[in-house]
C-alpha cells in the first residue's frame, strides 16, 4: 500500500523533468535595461592579399576622370571579346596582389593591403591632388568580393557578401535565418585565417557581454561561423536517442507502472 501511495509521486517528478522549460535559448540573457557596455575597438575591414576592390575617381575634369577609373567591361551576346562600354551596370575592379599592392592609372603601384576603404579613398585621392591631376577628386571604394559563411544549426545556410565595413556576428545569423532550435548558443565558432594562422574563436550568444567583448563580434573578410548542434540533435542520429526526451514516453511508462503496481498491490 505504501508502494502504491508514493507511485503517483514519483511519476509525476518524472513528467515535470521532462517538461522541464530549456534556459539555453534565449539571446543576451544577462543583458538589462539601459544596460551600457563597451565594445571591442573595431575600424571595419582592413584589406588583404586578393581581396576585390572598386575604385571610382570623380573631378571636374572629364578627360582625367575617364583616364583615372578602369574601363566598364561587358560580355556581349554572341561575341568572344568583351566591348567596352559607357555604362554604370558594372564595375571593373583591383585585386590586391600578395604585395598588398595595386596597380593605379596614372599613379602606378599603391599598397593598400591593410588599411580601409576610408583610408584607401584618402590614399588615392592624395596621390591624385599631390601629382596635381586633377582638383576636388571624390573617391569612392566598395568591396567586390569580400564576403562570410555561415553553417551548421542555422535556417538558410550560405555564403553572404559584406556590404559595408561592419558586420556582427548577430546580423550574420539573421542573414541566414537565425539559428534553428537545435543549435548550441553558448559556443558558436567562428574561424578566422589571417596573415598565415588560423584562429577559432568562441562565441557565447547566451551573454550579451561577453557577445560584445568578443574579438569575433565583427566578422572579418573570409571568417567562417559555424553554429554546433546541440545535445538533443547530436542524439537524433542515433535510433531512439531522444525518446527518454519526449513526453509521450513518460506517459507511457507511468501507465504501465501503474497497471504493474496495481496488479500487484490490489
Not at 142 to 166: A, C, M, T
Not at 225 to 237: A, E, G, I, L, M
Request: charged share 25%; aromatic share 10%; with cysteine.
Amino acid at each position: 500500500m505504501k508502494f502504491k501511495r508514493i507511485l503517483p509521486l514519483v511519476l509525476a517528478v518524472m513528467l515535470v523533468s521532462s517538461c522541464k522549460v530549456p534556459r539555453d535559448v534565449t539571446y543576451f540573457q544577462d543583458l538589462k535595461n539601459g544596460q551600457v557596455d563597451e565594445i571591442v575597438n573595431n575600424n571595419g575591414i582592413r584589406l588583404k592579399s586578393d581581396d576585390k576592390i572598386s575604385i571610382i575617381v570623380k573631378s571636374r575634369n572629364a578627360e582625367i576622370t575617364n583616364s583615372l577609373n578602369l574601363p566598364v567591361t561587358n560580355q556581349v551576346l554572341g561575341y568572344a571579346e568583351s566591348s567596352v562600354i559607357n555604362t554604370s551596370r558594372g564595375v571593373s575592379g583591383y585585386t590586391i596582389d600578395r604585395n598588398g599592392e595595386i596597380d593605379f592609372p596614372m599613379i602606378g603601384k599603391l599598397r593598400i593591403a591593410g588599411l580601409t576603404r576610408e583610408e584607401v579613398a584618402e590614399r588615392v585621392k592624395k596621390e591624385i591632388e599631390d601629382r596635381e591631376l586633377a582638383k576636388d577628386v571624390v573617391v569612392t571604394v566598395e568591396f567586390l568580393n569580400l564576403h562570410f559563411s555561415v553553417s551548421g544549426e542555422v535556417n538558410r545556410p550560405g555564403q553572404y557578401n559584406f556590404g559595408r565595413d561592419k558586420v556582427s556576428i548577430t546580423e550574420a545569423l539573421s542573414m541566414a535565418g537565425d539559428m534553428t532550435l537545435f543549435g548550441r548558443r553558448d559556443s558558436v565558432f567562428v574561424i578566422r585565417e589571417s596573415e598565415g594562422k588560423r584562429t577559432t574563436y568562441f562565441v557565447n550568444m547566451l551573454s550579451g557581454r561577453e557577445l560584445v567583448n568578443s574579438p569575433a563580434y565583427y566578422l572579418q573578410q573570409n571568417d567562417q561561423v559555424y553554429v554546433q548542434p546541440n545535445d538533443y540533435r547530436k542524439r537524433q542520429s542515433r535510433v531512439n536517442g531522444n525518446v527518454f526526451q519526449q513526453p509521450s514516453f513518460w506517459m507511457s511508462l507511468a501507465s504501465v507502472l501503474t497497471t504493474v503496481a496495481v496488479f500487484f498491490f490490489k
